[in-house]
């Protein structure tokens, strides 16, 4: 309140009054304290500011991890698990920030990176609690209810961060929330899927279809579990199902025990792959997915398997590596050996991948996920 007379009322209310603009004329007045003085008040201001802030912040967690532990159902907002907590977070900050600032603009900008600072730690302890909730009460009745709740909260915190011109680096926490959140919702869907795509490779191909009808269907029966995640959240989760399909599918591929010889065995087996990925395709894109950057990953691979001629596959090679960066030697192999190609013509369409392709360092992992051999 001092600071509030000193540095905002007293020199603006008081001294550029209109109404006492007459009687302060010709009065020189300056500060009702040394700046001396001011700049101690600032400091301790700005340090019970900002302890207060990490103690609110602090009480509002440990609140929600009880909740968590004692399985309270959290609240239901238009039909998605909602949590009080990003909110309670976001208002504490942003309390503090315009207190400094009704004070002086400087203060209000130097109190933004302590809070931040603040904010970031906070967002470390948060992750951390729901990493040991996540563990320690799986069996509880409401725990999905919770881990949805908790992946909703990433979006109001990455709006404000956004807003604040946080850096980036504060979203890391929350990124690492979210994926978690994820793989312990899907967990039992991709454990129920396992021993489906197991057939791929226990049965002959020309099943496939059925298989993959199963596997579509049993991914369709499971999709209402996750409809109280946020609508970007359900986007993102079916973008981990399509990759999760996609990645299974090559993976039962590169594990053929069977070579085929003949061009019209090579050109069926393509054609079943281009048939299966249309499929995970229009199922996946009409679920919602957004991974068009998936569209290419198994077409290609049935190009590769229908071409006969080494100059061509080498060019779709070259070009499935730059879509794919990650795409290796390993796989490669594994792929041609469908094909009973001479060690000769493998090594020679191998090569092409020591060429750099320049992609993107910050494209998608796909067959960093397959291991091969």
Same mark, same amino acid.
């Given at each position: ?5 000193? %540095? ?88 503090? %920030? ?13 109190? %933004? ?261």
């Amino acid at each position: 309140m001092l600071l509030l007379w000193v %540095q905002n009322l007293y020199p603006n209310d008081i001294i550029n009054s209109a109404s006492l603009a007459g009687e302060l004329q010709g009065i020189n007045l300056g500060s009702l304290l040394p700046p001396k003085q001011v700049r101690l008040l600032e400091a301790t201001f700005l340090f019970n500011e900002v302890a207060s802030v990490k103690e609110l912040m602090a009480r509002a967690l440990d609140l929600e991890s009880q909740h968590w532990a004692q399985d309270v159902a959290p609240q239901r907002l238009n039909g998605h698990c909602h949590s009080e907590l990003a909110i309670d977070i976001i208002q504490i900050i942003s309390q503090g %920030q315009i207190k400094a600032e009704s004070i002086t603009p400087d203060l209000g900008k130097q109190i %933004q990176h302590m809070l931040l600072a603040e904010l970031a730690a906070f967002l470390r302890s948060y992750q951390q609690a729901f990493e040991d909730f996540l563990e320690r009460c799986k069996q509880l009745r409401n725990y999905r209810a919770n881990v949805m709740a908790n992946i909703n909260n990433c979006l109001s915190f990455r709006i404000s961060l956004e807003k604040w011109q946080a850096p980036q680096g504060l979203l890391g926490p929350l990124n690492e929330l979210k994926s978690h959140g994820f793989d312990t919702l899907l967990q039992g869907l991709f454990w129920d899927l396992k021993p489906l795509f197991k057939r791929f490779t226990q049965t002959r191909w020309a099943a496939s279809a059925q298989t993959l009808e199963e596997i579509v269907s049993t991914v369709e029966t499971r999709l209402p579990e996750f409809s109280e995640l946020r609508e970007c959240f359900q986007e993102e989760l079916m973008e981990l199902v399509h990759l999760h399909l996609v990645k299974e599918y090559i993976v039962r591929l590169c594990k053929r025990r069977v070579v085929l010889k003949t061009a019209e065995q090579q050109q069926q087996l393509a054609g079943q792959v281009l048939a299966n990925a249309d499929v995970i395709q229009t199922f996946c894109t009409q679920s919602g997915s957004p991974a068009t950057w998936l569209d290419h990953a198994l077409p290609t691979l049935a190009e590769i398997i229908r071409l006969q001629d080494p100059s061509a596959i080498k060019i779709e090679v070259a070009t499935y590596a730059t879509w794919y960066p990650d795409f290796s030697k390993g796989h490669l192999s594994a792929i041609l050996a469908i094909k009973g190609m001479s060690s000769s013509e493998v090594k020679s369409i191998r090569s092409i991948l020591d060429v750099h392709t320049g992609a993107p360092e910050a494209a998608k992992a796909l067959f960093s996920l397959i291991k091969v051999g």
